[in-house]
């Protein structure tokens, strides 16, 4: 597709119980973003990939939160034992590389945890 | 910490008037800087952005002034229009090891009157 690309759009989860997230970015970006944006609140950077190098994870507010991607293309975030106040949006970005400033986000997806 | 703060949540204007967004931030590392707006339901979309070593960047009726020394940034729309009606944002980016890594301000909303 021509631009990043989430999924779920929406999901509504019982606390407790884990939740996969999808992107998949901008064919030929090798650097991916995850953000998140709880109500009334700004984007919240968790995670960055960047080609080959070590991700960034200094963002990730727990070690309930994982990512993975897998080479230079389609990325997992996974939240253990969710909890209320994980309920946001999360986005996902993608850039041509590490020298290029302007981020491609997809659409989110809403996360609920009931 | 807050690195990056937009003290007005919301702002309202008249069509055809000038829109200020504003933008101040703490870290003297940061020496990119990008404005992104967004719509509901929507990922936010790259608008504008600045450099550390220029004062001003034009784009048609959107330009970013940038005061190092005040460590303030801001966003004029001139004339303002209602689908410029969204939240934006102002983000920042340090080169070095941060490279890739923005930093969002809460946001503003705003609204343009017809």
């Known amino acids: 597709g021509a631009g990043v690309s989430q999924s779920p759009s929406n999901k509504v989860t019982e606390k407790g119980k884990d939740v996969e997230l999808r992107c998949d970015p901008i064919?030929?970006?090798?650097?991916l973003y995850w953000y998140r944006q709880r109500l009334g609140q700004g984007l919240e950077f968790l995670i960055y990939?960047?080609?080959?190098?070590?991700?960034?994870k200094s963002g990730l507010p727990s070690d309930r939160f994982s990512a993975e991607r897998t080479g230079e293309s389609v990325s997992t975030l996974t939240i253990q034992r969710t909890q209320q106040e994980d309920s946001a949006v999360y986005l996902c970005?993608?850039?041509?590389?590490?020298?290029?400033?302007?981020?491609?986000f997809g659409q989110g997806t809403r996360l609920t945890v009931v | 910490d807050q690195q990056v703060k937009q003290n007005s949540p919301s702002l309202s204007v008249q069509e055809g008037r000038i829109s200020i967004l504003n933008c101040d931030y703490t870290?003297?590392?940061?020496?990119?800087f990008l404005w992104y707006k967004k719509y509901p339901a929507e990922g936010p979309t790259f608008l504008i952005s600045?450099?550390?070593?220029?004062d001003k960047n034009e784009d048609g009726r959107f330009t970013v002034f940038l005061n190092k020394s005040a460590k303030h940034l801001s966003l004029h729309i001139v004339p303002s229009q209602p689908g410029d009606s969204a939240v934006y944002f102002c983000?920042?980016?340090?080169?070095?090891?941060?490279?890739?890594?923005?930093?969002f301000g809460q946001g503003t909303i705003l609204t343009v009157h017809p």
């Open positions: 983000a920042a980016f340090a080169g070095g090891t941060s490279y890739g890594k923005l930093t």
């Open positions: 970005a993608s850039s041509r590389d590490r020298l290029n400033t302007e981020a491609f």
């Open positions: 064919s030929g970006h090798t650097a």
């Open positions: 600045i450099s550390s070593i220029k």
């Open positions: 990939f960047q080609g080959n190098s070590a991700p960034d």
């Open positions: 870290n003297s590392m940061f020496d990119y």
